[in-house]
């Protein structure tokens, strides 16, 4: 464990996340519950980006599908609960959601590890369609476009007597927020691990990464079964938050939302994706309120991110701190 | 012989790159490969590391016949090599650089719950290599000057502990100043590591200073093969090498 | 039996012709620019919205013969005018940077247009069906009926498959358009505005898609989303055929509209899947597709 | 004679690399000039500056006494310079005849005559106008690259390395066939890596070495430099 000591320097080190940190576990007694469910919804966008960024940003890999494996993880959940009617414990989904996203990651992977570039992404684009639309035309065994219902599920085989609205923004928020510091951790651990740092070689140089001895489609197909069981674990969390699983989820048009909450955030730092679901999901959400032309809005902004903030909000966060602190040169996240 | 190839051949088109070339390379020898551009010295060099197929021939290592073996299976057998143009892993820093070559090496690259950071040996390792090469550490590939950058690529190369290494052109591009410099890091670390080495270059002096045999290349085929002195001598080389 | 399998084999046909239309102008861009348009479908929207906009205007002072000549040139209007725009403007700006940025201009540029077609035509649908009836409709036998504004789509697309098929093999635009795809620096230096084709081949496309749209139209309605949903069947049709070939977009488009015919006829539940499954078995065999080059 | 082309303090880079280095040469009209430098030397960088496909950092290009340096490559190719890549650029999937007319269109000289002018050059031109690209060897594809050269009419050719991979029996009909395009007015600044074809090319020689010119001067005299030959051999 970390010392008290070894506690302050990090605080000391790191004062934004510190703070950031404990807005996070203090929001629901302050905040309305609206904006305390929105941040859980951005912190689960915040583990699909970690996920999805694993292939951007340190494999270099564009799938433009994977609001299919985010819809695939939630039905994962609904579909049990409609077929068997009985509600186990959050925690058996969530168990199940990642280990059958992991094998449908280990199959389409034996398709598209091979491929890089656009080829990579288009194929992921058709994958996620395929999965729409089995979700959509087997009505009978997924509910069709209407969706399926899911009910409230015991959190660690615990029942919670409260209503929906305090579930949500109180037990389930913080059950989210633990989730996402494990995931947030796992690919700390993960992007900085031996193989971490192989899977950035390989997105660097692929022929050196071969002259170096690195099996590159061994390691690229590894990274792409981890990306997809994560979002499908991210999509089981989002299931009974939502309380409903429809195949709209995974329209392509969402698998363009998770590229862009990445970019946003910077998909060129560890903590890009997580800044940027929760800023992409409260922004999107509130242009909705206020304006019909959201998608007009949010246009406007990919274009301003692609031609001026090519970093993103954190590279552009850093650069400015580095302005006022009169630092020169960049820095790694 | 740690190396052997028999009558190799690579064609393309009309262009016969390497026309049934024996080459050989004995054990903890520093060969060069000279010649003038188009001579095949690169081709050949493609050809003995997988990089490209043969058209024709053997190439024999360690008594082995590695013809039609893999990229991945001749690097595991000890035979690696460094690009002519700098291949380096760009947005890694050079410490990292070395780490993932020295990873892969140890067969470690896979691990994915063990922190980079937290393997000591590994992480020495790389230090003491660094060092010897007078690298930087924390500064990213892209960032460095170009002669760091030929170096660090050799460096990579060094860090999986080759049996066989080959070095396309380890000094293009940079000054006369650091191109002594480089070989001085070179030559000695393959001397102490035991590694035969094989180098092309340009440059003449440095040939001459640094090998122990010197293969000229024209046309695709070895033109001569020798001592420094009598490549130095030989009236034919000698035409050949100034006039192309 | 037979008349049955007449019918698929029209319907087939009616659905590549358009098809055609849409993945022929992604392929042109892509086989230049090397970017993929994710806007393409957006254009091809554009098409669809302008023909029918222009037609409830102006469709009861016009003859009806002269009605599918005004929406043709309507939707092709209409989705060229958007280009003019977008390439100059916006697109040419990525060329040859990273594919995750022209990637995601191109999807900024869909969300723009499909909010600026509901600015513009707002929520509700536009329809103009009147040419798909008038004309009428055949008995193709056993009481079946088909109209005979399908066959005017594929004869429609026929028609420009072949006015590209001359266009790029002999006219001179066409001829230094794949100059330049094979070779940008040598095009320039024999004396070609490079950054012009480049405009004028996205104009191109952009023009074909909205004709694909436009005559599309009378038979459907123009409304949000449109654009979406052809892309995705485009896409499924360059990756069979190979990003890039003309050849490629002209034989996945028969393939994926006869596979759509019988998916919809036969396996409803995974029509899309079964098209898509067809393009995985392209790919494992031919990555880049039946005619796709690097 | 007139300077058809001029280069004065030319700085290049590439990414971070700087590639030519203060980089001063002239061509005469009616003149062959050679530049000889290894692999990577700035041979290649020179010449796509010259035609305008890299950008210029400091420095100036004129041709035919205007300043080039800031005009596009179509227009400089307007001018009348013609470029021969050291691919060729062959277009796989054209004809020879389609690529000769990509030039025909632009200076709007008729294909009988260049036709012409170039059966003239090479005879055997004329059973390859219906091939493809893609199908020719590497001394047809010679010949349509610079036939399709000689169809914008220039009055001046930029070579890359256009002997490279050659036959010695072909080389030496190249080297003539330069010096007939000379004869017929045309200037020419070719880049070569052989040191010996250069001299037997070349009415004047410059020699490069890191993007720095090392040499300016007769061609014939470069031997007697032990020094410079050692650095630009190979």
């Known amino acids: 464990m970390i010392s008290r000591k070894g506690l302050i320097s990090i605080i000391r080190k790191y004062p934004i996340y510190t703070l950031i940190i404990i807005i996070l576990l203090t929001l629901p007694i302050y905040a309305p519950s609206f904006f305390v469910i929105q941040i859980a919804y951005g912190l689960i966008f915040g583990i699909t980006g970690l996920a999805f960024n694993l292939l951007l940003g340190y494999t270099g890999l564009l799938s433009f599908g994977h609001a299919g494996f985010f819809a695939f993880g939630a039905y994962m959940m609904s579909l049990p609960i409609r077929h068997t009617g009985i509600v186990h414990t959050l925690e058996v989904y969530l168990a199940f959601a990642f280990i059958t996203s992991a094998a449908l990651g280990a199959l389409l992977g034996l398709i598209c590890a091979r491929r890089t570039r656009i080829f990579f992404s288009i194929l992921n684009l058709s994958f996620g369609l395929i999965i729409y639309s089995f979700f959509l035309k087997f009505w009978g065994f997924t509910g069709g476009a209407d969706g399926t219902h899911v009910p409230t599920p015991p959190l660690l085989g615990m029942k919670f007597a409260v209503d929906k609205e305090y579930w949500m923004t109180h037990i389930y928020y913080y059950y989210i927020l633990a989730a996402f510091f494990i995931c947030l951790a796992i690919f700390w651990v993960i992007v900085n691990s031996n193989f971490g740092k192989t899977l950035q070689a390989i997105r660097d140089n692929e022929i050196r990464a071969q002259f170096t001895g690195i099996r590159i489609y061994r390691y690229r197909h590894i990274a792409y079964i981890i990306s997809v069981a994560f979002t499908g674990l991210a999509g089981c969390l989002w299931a009974p938050l939502n309380g409903h699983t429809a195949p709209e989820i995974a329209w392509w048009t969402y698998s363009g939302d998770i590229v862009m909450l990445t970019i946003l955030g910077g998909y060129q730092y560890f903590i890009g994706p997580v800044i940027g679901g929760l800023v992409f999901n409260v922004f999107k959400i509130y242009t909705i309120g206020y304006t019909v032309y959201w998608m007009l809005l949010l246009g406007i902004i990919l274009l301003i991110l692609i031609f001026f903030i090519p970093r993103g909000l954190v590279g552009l966060g850093i650069s400015i701190y580095n302005r006022l602190t009169h630092k020169k040169g960049s820095s790694k996240g | 012989m740690i190396l052997e190839t028999q009558n190799l051949r690579k064609y393309f088109g009309e262009v016969h790159a390497v026309d049934n070339v024996n080459f050989k390379v004995k054990e903890e020898e520093i060969v060069a490969i000279i010649g003038p551009n188009g001579a095949g010295k690169t081709t050949l060099v493609n050809v003995i590391t997988g990089y490209l197929k043969p058209d024709g021939g053997k190439i024999i290592f360690m008594g082995k016949d590695i013809t039609n073996a893999s990229i991945y299976e001749r690097i595991r057998a000890g035979i690696v090599r460094s690009f002519q143009l700098v291949n380096i892993f760009e947005g890694l820093s050079a410490f990292d650089n070395i780490r993932v070559a020295i990873n892969s090496r140890e067969r470690k690259e896979g691990k994915i719950f063990s922190l980079i950071d937290r393997d000591t040996t590994v992480t020495k390792e790389a230090l003491q290599i660094l060092d010897l090469f007078g690298l930087p550490k924390d500064t990213l590939a892209r960032d460095l000057p170009h002669g760091d950058r030929k170096l660090l690529d050799v460096a990579t190369a060094f860090a999986l502990k080759p049996k066989l290494l080959l070095l396309d052109e380890p000094t293009s591009g940079v000054s006369t100043r650091e191109k002594n410099k480089i070989m001085d890091v070179i030559i000695p670390a393959a001397r102490k590591e035991k590694v035969s080495l094989v180098v092309i270059e340009h440059d003449m002096d440095i040939v001459f200073n640094y090998s122990d045999r010197i293969v000229v290349m024209h046309q695709g085929k070895i033109l001569f093969e020798g001592k420094p002195d009598e490549v130095r001598e030989h009236t034919e080389v000698k035409r050949v090498l100034l006039v192309g | 039996m037979s008349n049955i399998i007449f019918l698929y084999l029209i319907s087939g046909l009616y659905y590549a012709a358009y098809l055609f239309l849409v993945a022929a102008g992604l392929t042109i861009i892509f086989g230049l620019a090397r970017v993929v348009n994710l806007a393409h479908g957006a254009l091809y929207a554009i098409g669809a919205y302008v023909a029918a906009w222009l037609m409830g205007l102006i469709s009861k002072q016009i003859p009806p013969p002269l009605w599918y000549i005004i929406i043709i040139i309507a939707g092709a209007a209409g989705a060229a005018f958007v280009g ?187 029509e899309l899947a079964l098209i898509w499954l067809i393009a995985v078995i392209v790919l494992v065999f031919r990555p880049l597709g039946l005619w796709g080059r690097e | 004679m007139a300077k058809i082309l001029e280069v004065k303090n030319l700085n290049v880079f590439r990414g971070p690399l700087q590639v030519l280095r203060d980089v001063s040469i002239s061509v005469e009209e ?172 070349a009415d004047k020689l410059y020699a490069i070495e890191r993007g720095e010119i090392i040499y300016e001067g007769d061609p014939k005299k470069i031997f007697e430099h032990e020094e410079l030959m050692r650095i630009i051999r190979g």
């Open chain 3, 84 to 270: 003019i725009i977008i390439e100059p403007l916006l697109l040419r700006r990525v060329y040859g940077r990273l594919e995750e940025f022209q990637l995601l201009l191109t999807f900024a540029i869909l969300l723009i247009i499909e909010d600026l077609e509901l600015m513009i035509w707002g929520p509700y649908p536009l329809a103009f069906k009147e040419p798909y009836h008038y004309l009428g409709a055949v008995s193709i036998g056993g009481g079946l009926m088909y109209p005979l504004y399908g066959f005017v789509v594929i004869a429609m697309g026929w028609l420009i498959a072949l006015f590209l098929w001359f266009f790029m093999t002999k006219t001179k635009l066409g001829i230094i358009i794949r100059s330049a795809a094979a070779n940008k620096e040598v095009t320039a230096a024999i004396g070609h505005n490079v950054k012009s084709i480049y405009t004028k081949t996205f104009i191109l496309g952009a023009t074909l898609a909205g004709i694909g749209g436009a005559i599309v139209m009378p038979s459907a309605t123009a409304q949000l989303g449109l654009g979406i949903d052809i892309l995705v069947f485009a896409f499924a049709v360059v990756v069979i055929g190979g990003l890039g070939s003309l050849k490629g977009a002209l034989v996945g488009s028969l393939i994926v509209g006869m596979t759509r015919v019988v998916g919809i006829a036969y396996f409803p539940e995974i």
């Open chain 4, 30 to 201: 009616g003149e062959i000039v050679a530049i000889v430098g290894r692999n990577g030397a700035g041979k290649t960088s020179l010449i796509k500056s010259i035609m305008g496909l890299l950008p210029v950092k400091s420095g100036k290009i004129f041709f035919k006494g205007k300043d080039i340096t800031n005009l596009p490559t179509h227009e400089r190719a307007k001018m009348g310079i013609g470029y021969l890549p050291d691919d060729m650029g062959i277009i796989p999937d054209l004809t020879v005849s389609e690529m000769i007319k990509t030039g025909l269109w632009v200076s709007g000289i008729s294909m009988d005559e260049i036709k012409k002018r170039v059966t003239e050059l090479f005879p055997e031109i004329k059973d390859l106008f219906n091939r493809r690209g893609l199908y020719l060897s590497g001394g047809e594809k010679r010949m349509a690259a610079i036939s399709r050269a000689l169809a914008l009419n220039p009055t001046f050719l930029l070579l890359d390395e256009a002997l490279e991979g050659l036959a010695p029996i072909a080389v030496s009909r190249f080297i003539g066939t330069m010096k007939e395009l000379k004869k017929i007015g045309l200037s020419l600044f070719a880049a070569e890596s052989n040191v010996v074809l250069a001299s037997r090319m």
